[in-house]
């Protein structure tokens, strides 16, 4: 099982440089988890490129009506974030060692407790699930 994290999705939805590799990814991997906090990042990564002119409104809306259908469709796995994920990375941010952001921390908290790998464009927060010994794949 894996879990993506936002970086992936808006790679996968949006076109981006690392689309195709990512979109290989996706597909190579049935049902990957995501949560509530991917499905929010995701429209907000979206309005942030309508608003600095890379995306037009249009598309915007017709990439959040793909992502829902894929939604409605079932080809995610859905993770509930619980208090136990928010613990686990407040522990992580509050040791100081890595440079784990508020929202990254999070989406490792639940790959850890969820025992899935991560999967992620993100460098630092690969280089955190390296340093936390969590299995992760990064796209490159």
Request: charged share 20%; with cysteine.
């Given at each position: 099982?894996?879990?993506?994290?936002?970086?992936?999705?808006?790679?996968?939805y949006?076109?981006?440089?690392?689309?195709a590799?990512?979109?290989?990814?996706?597909l190579?991997?049935?049902?990957?988890?995501?949560?509530?906090?991917?499905?929010?990042?995701?429209?907000?990564?979206?309005?942030?490129?309508?608003?600095?002119?890379?995306?037009?409104?249009?598309?915007?809306?017709?990439?959040i009506?793909?992502?829902?259908?894929?939604?409605?469709?079932?080809?995610?796995?859905?993770?509930?974030?619980?208090?136990?994920?928010?613990?686990?990375?407040?522990?992580?941010?509050?040791?100081?060692?890595?440079?784990?952001?508020?929202?990254?921390?999070?989406?490792?908290?639940?790959?850890?407790?969820?025992?899935?790998?991560?999967?992620?464009?993100?460098?630092?927060?690969?280089?955190?699930?390296?340093?936390?010994?969590?299995?992760?794949?990064?796209?490159?």
């Amino acid at each position: 099982m894996y879990y993506l994290d936002t970086s992936v999705l808006a790679a996968y939805y949006c076109p981006e440089p690392l689309s195709a590799k990512v979109e290989e990814l996706v597909l190579e991997y049935p049902t990957p988890s995501i949560s509530h906090l991917s499905e929010l990042e995701l429209v907000s990564a979206i309005a942030r490129k309508i608003r600095e002119k890379g995306l037009s409104s249009e598309a915007g809306h017709k990439i959040i009506n793909l992502f829902q259908s894929h939604l409605d469709h079932n080809l995610y796995r859905w993770v509930a974030i619980e208090h136990h994920h928010y613990r686990k990375a407040l522990s992580w941010v509050s040791q100081f060692n890595t440079p784990l952001r508020t929202l990254d921390a999070l989406h490792l908290a639940i790959a850890a407790t969820e025992n899935v790998a991560l999967i992620t464009a993100d460098r630092q927060l690969a280089e955190a699930a390296k340093f936390y010994g969590i299995d992760f794949v990064q796209v490159k």
